[in-house]
């Protein structure tokens, strides 16, 4: 059981997950005095909306607690900013956190991701195999709300693909022709791998652990889908984004001849 950190899990009858373990918002009223951000600050570093997309027709891993107080997609020693360069520069804390505190949000990591690898283990034991859509979202413009983003350089979907086992390349090779056949916002998709972000904590350790049996594959949408500073959302393309991740389960039914019915 996690301490500080809330979550929601909810099980469905497939082979599948969706994860958005960046959405959270909620900071425990116990440290809550210690914080040093505001809620804007906070939210511009959070994946807003990220949970909504992740409300598909798999089983979902949603986090609640926000990433300043536990980052489940970093290493326990990296998992709570005690230092600005852990966290784009900004001071997280007015005050150090207590020692027990920082002790207590280490061992939530430890119980969650033990928990995590149990209800992934469950889904092989049952269906033989298993998918994480790991969902997350970034920021391009870092300059101020003006800057022209760099397309380039940040690409509308990057997917973190680095840490994926070679066996289950060609389900990936075949989610992103499927995608780049797709429109977003009524525009083609400029999906690139591994261009901002190859993968997280939670890709690393799965896809290493686990590799035999599925995969991870992170998502991230670059937030046209809202204002980034001001996290005022746009409705339509939240759930253009969501269309779009339930559109590619058709791949994961195909590749793994699974019938969803």
Same mark, same amino acid.
């Given at each position: 059981?996690?301490?500080?950190?809330?979550?929601?899990?909810?099980?469905?009858?497939?082979?599948?997950?969706?994860?958005?373990?960046?959405?959270?918002?909620?900071?425990?009223?116990?440290?809550?005095?210690?914080?040093?951000?505001?809620?804007?600050?906070? %939210?511009?570093?959070?994946?807003?909306?990220?949970?909504?997309?992740?409300?598909?027709?798999?089983?979902?891993?949603?986090?609640?607690?926000?990433?300043?107080?536990?980052?489940?997609?970093?290493?326990?020693?990296?998992?709570?900013?005690?230092?600005?360069?852990?966290?784009?520069? +900004?001071?997280?804390?007015? %005050?150090?956190?207590?020692?027990?505190?920082?002790?207590?949000?280490?061992?939530?990591?430890?119980?969650?991701?033990? /928990?995590?690898?149990?209800?992934?283990?469950?889904?092989?034991?049952?269906?033989?195999?298993?998918?994480?859509?790991?969902?997350?979202?970034?920021?391009?413009?870092? /300059?101020?709300?003006?800057?022209?983003?760099?397309?380039?350089?940040?690409?509308?979907?990057?997917?973190?693909?680095?840490?994926?086992?070679?066996?289950?390349?060609?389900?990936?090779?075949?989610?992103?022709?499927?995608?780049?056949?797709?429109? +977003?916002?009524?525009?083609?998709?400029?999906?690139?791998?591994?261009?901002?972000?190859?993968?997280?904590?939670?890709?690393? +350790?799965?896809?290493?652990? %686990?590799?035999?049996?599925?995969?991870?594959?992170?998502?991230?949408?670059?937030?046209?889908?809202?204002?980034?500073?001001?996290?005022?959302?746009?409705?339509?393309?939240?759930?253009?984004?969501?269309? +779009?991740?339930?559109?590619?389960?058709?791949?994961?039914?195909?590749?793994?001849?699974?019938?969803?019915?």
């Amino acid at each position: 059981m996690a301490k500080f950190t809330k979550y929601f899990i909810k099980e469905n009858n497939s082979p599948f997950w969706a994860f958005a373990i960046h959405d959270g918002h909620q900071i425990d009223e116990q440290i809550a005095p210690f914080l040093n951000l505001n809620d804007t600050e906070r %939210l511009r570093e959070e994946d807003p909306f990220t949970s909504v997309m992740a409300e598909l027709p798999m089983n979902q891993f949603i986090v609640g607690s926000s990433r300043f107080q536990l980052d489940l997609n970093r290493t326990i020693n990296d998992s709570v900013y005690l230092r600005p360069e852990q966290a784009w520069g +900004l001071n997280v804390w007015k %005050l150090d956190l207590p020692e027990d505190i920082v002790t207590e949000l280490y061992l939530d990591h430890e119980n969650i991701y033990k /928990e995590i690898e149990e209800l992934i283990q469950a889904t092989i034991d049952r269906f033989g195999f298993f998918v994480i859509l790991d969902i997350h979202s970034y920021n391009a413009k870092r /300059e101020g709300p003006e800057e022209v983003v760099d397309t380039i350089k940040n690409p509308q979907i990057n997917l973190g693909t680095a840490y994926i086992s070679e066996k289950w390349k060609p389900l990936v090779q075949e989610l992103v022709a499927y995608i780049r056949k797709e429109n +977003l916002y009524g525009e083609p998709i400029d999906i690139q791998e591994n261009i901002k972000f190859k993968g997280g904590y939670l890709s690393q +350790l799965i896809n290493k652990k %686990l590799a035999a049996h599925g995969c991870v594959i992170s998502f991230e949408f670059r937030k046209d889908f809202m204002d980034e500073w001001t996290g005022t959302p746009d409705l339509h393309k939240i759930v253009a984004c969501k269309q +779009l991740l339930m559109n590619s389960i058709q791949v994961l039914n195909h590749y793994f001849h699974y019938d969803a019915g």
